[in-house]
């Protein structure tokens, strides 16, 4: 079993994009308490040796190695070790950024402490004490590109995990859906939904309407023909549910900021 016999607690000495606060890796030690207190940001803390309860109003967790959990702003908490631990932590600012992280970790959590597995660790390997004082371009991209890595990787795996019943249904329509145009009407006779119910679902699970999620499948189709065939494109428009060519190509401008021939050039 690991000594935890020293504290060290190191933050990273390198600017870091948006939404992230600060990277961290740190090491408590046996017989560690904190008590009750909430942060403005999200705490996404990886623990890579001994374990961590997580004391929260309604649940006490037990995060061992290998595993992360996900401390949304505001969650009152407690943190008790008896035997201590390390991890590799990172604190995200609450705002909206362009990836749609921050939306996706108030999904996930649902505003609650939520424990997940980790399933890739491989930034544990070099996101240590000396690289986050290390300020060299390939050190920070490093650091930046694997934390990434990570929380991608957390998120997917708590994703997998609470997977609707609709986001099922909604992906088993997707991958059978021919890229002619789909409305509204339709999706609600697909899933028996009222307007305002697929709406609010498909907003929840993929951050855009129903209808805009089945016309970009659409364009990324019409994508696929114009770099991987030959078809011109009254073929591609009748293809995909277009009264002729010159609507295709509006609506192909109105997306790629390009004309399709543009586009087949770039592409081939």
Known sequence: MRDFE????????????????????????????????????????????????VISENSVITVGAGCAFIMPPGAVHELRSDQGYSQIGMDINDVSDSYGIVRKLWDITEGKVLAVNVTDFSVSEYVRTETLL????????????GMNSLLLNIIENAQSEKKSAFFKEFMKIAASYDGTGISLDELCRK???????????????????AVEYFE????????????????????????????????????????SGMTCAAYRKLAK
């Open 216 to 255: 970009r499948l659409r364009f990324a189709k019409i994508c696929s023909d114009l770099a991987l065939t030959d078809a011109n494109l009254s073929e591609i428009a009748d293809k995909y549910g277009f009264c002729d060519s010159s609507h295709l190509s509006v609506f192909f401008k109105k997306r």
């Open 191 to 209: 899933f028996a939904f009222s307007k305002t119910h697929l709406e609010r679902l498909t907003s929840k699970e993929f951050g855009c309407s």
């Open 134 to 145: 290390d300020m060299s371009p390939m050190n920070t991209f490093k650091c930046i590109t």
């Open 6 to 53: 020293k504290e060290k607690y190191i933050v990273n000495v390198f600017s870091l994009p948006e939404p992230f606060a600060f990277f961290d890796v740190l090491t408590r030690k046996r017989n560690y308490f904190l008590p009750a207190h909430s942060h403005k940001e999200f705490h996404v803390n990886c623990v890579t040796a001994g374990s961590v309860d």
